[in-house]
């Protein structure tokens, strides 16, 4: 097992958070990650709509060219390697890119809508999750064959034992890089949030990774100014 501390930013007092990644997804996959966490308060009333305006404009892609930028190209290829379809079960960052391309960005409420919206800019998978329903540590390890997920719509699914998650003491919170568990999703009375993005060691950067986490964190202070 490797332990990485991801995300200590201590001019803002941000806690440390520990992962540890489990060796063979780390020599197998080259995953890595890139969190910090942050006090939220989550609003309905906030609306992201002039950055969405914004990003219109500097997201030079359509769906055509999508499927051949590098960072998808590089998830694509590492669900590949997981011997997983990715035009059937696509990586969270180009389902939502999708959905933007033909004006249907979901809304939910102003701290996932930051994730989204940093997630369609860079193309990098972003996770949040509510820090009082993260039960002991945290480990990055491939699912168990038959282990049971329940996806943030409530659907119990059974693992087949190829997929890559991110698990605590509990269970399974995410499934890397596209479903998030019910459990640990953002409610309306989460306070305190860990913001994880995901990216390959050797086909994508981590400064994108920590830029995506850090815009998400910039868009949530803007909704709460």
């Known amino acids: 097992m490797i332990e990485m501390s991801i995300g200590c930013n201590e001019d803002d007092h941000d806690s440390v958070v520990?992962?540890?990644?489990?060796?063979?997804?780390?020599?197998?996959?080259?995953?890595?990650?890139?969190?910090?966490?942050?006090?939220?308060?989550?609003?309905?009333?906030?609306?992201?709509?002039?950055?969405?305006?914004?990003?219109?404009?500097?997201?030079?892609?359509?769906?055509?060219?999508?499927?051949?930028?590098?960072?998808?190209?590089?998830?694509?290829d590492f669900y590949w390697r997981l011997d997983i379809d990715p035009t059937k079960v696509r990586p969270s960052s180009e389902a939502l890119?999708?959905?933007?391309?033909?004006?249907?960005?979901?809304?939910?409420?102003?701290?996932?809508?930051?994730?989204?919206?940093?997630?369609?800019?860079?193309?990098?998978?972003?996770?949040?999750?509510?820090?009082?329903?993260?039960?002991?540590s945290l480990i990055l390890r491939r699912a168990i064959s038959n282990e049971g997920f329940v996806d943030i719509k409530g659907k119990v699914s059974m693992l087949e034992g190829?997929?890559?998650?991110?698990?605590?003491?509990?269970?399974?919170?995410?499934?890397?890089p596209h479903r998030d568990a019910l459990r640990t999703s953002v409610r309306d009375d989460t306070n305190r949030v860990l913001i994880v993005g995901c990216y390959?060691?050797?086909?994508?950067?981590?400064?994108?990774?920590?830029?995506?986490?850090?815009?998400t964190r910039e868009l949530i202070m803007m909704s709460l100014t």
């Open 97 to 136: 890119v999708r959905r933007f391309l033909t004006g249907r960005i979901p809304r939910i409420n102003n701290v996932v809508d930051a994730g989204n919206i940093a997630s369609i800019e860079t193309l990098i998978p972003i996770g949040i999750y509510d820090l009082a329903t993260v039960k002991g």
């Open 162 to 176: 190829k997929e890559i998650v991110l698990a605590d003491d509990v269970g399974i919170i995410h499934v890397f």
């Open 18 to 76: 520990v992962v540890t990644i489990a060796e063979e997804v780390r020599n197998a996959y080259k995953i890595g990650l890139y969190a910090k966490a942050m006090d939220v308060k989550v609003r309905h009333d906030y609306d992201y709509s002039d950055v969405i305006y914004g990003l219109r404009e500097k997201l030079a892609l359509n769906k055509d060219d999508l499927k051949n930028h590098p960072v998808v190209r590089a998830l694509r």
């Open 200 to 215: 390959l060691m050797d086909s994508m950067s981590v400064s994108l990774a920590r830029y995506a986490v850090d815009r």
